[in-house]
């Protein structure tokens, strides 16, 4: 089990920026990467960006160039640095740590609303 707390999650307007923060804890060991989704009203959740173990990272084309996935492995934290926002990434984000096996840790999800 791995527990994800994020936060970093508000109201900005367009062309603004957020940073995202989620901390792991539990069975670290497990962890082969993390990742960040997004869910908007009334659509399925999507991948946003994720980093794996072995610092490949991989981005969604709607975000690629504004965002940027990091981690910091001495507090087992990762972020989302999300630049140049548009109103279209107003969306809960959560955050995901895939461990071995095929399973996936969820956090509770944060709201990200970009005024236009």
């Known amino acids: 089990q791995v527990q994800l707390v994020e936060s970093g999650g508000g109201l900005v307007q367009a062309g603004g920026s957020l940073r995202l923060s989620c901390a792991a804890s539990?069975?670290?060991?497990?962890?082969?990467?993390m990742a960040w989704y997004r869910q908007a009203p009334g659509k399925q959740r999507g991948l946003v960006a994720s980093?794996?173990?072995?610092?490949?990272?991989n981005y969604a084309d709607s975000v690629k160039g504004r965002f940027t996935i990091s981690r910091d492995n001495a507090k087992n934290t990762v972020y989302l640095q999300m630049n140049s926002l548009k109103p279209e990434d107003t969306a809960v984000y959560y955050c995901?740590?895939?461990?071995?096996?095929?399973?996936?840790?969820w956090g509770q999800g944060t709201q990200v609303t970009v005024s236009s």
């Open positions: 995901s740590a895939w461990r071995r096996g095929g399973v996936t840790d």
């Open positions: 539990g069975s670290i060991f497990s962890i082969n990467a």
């Open positions: 980093f794996t173990s072995s610092g490949t990272t």
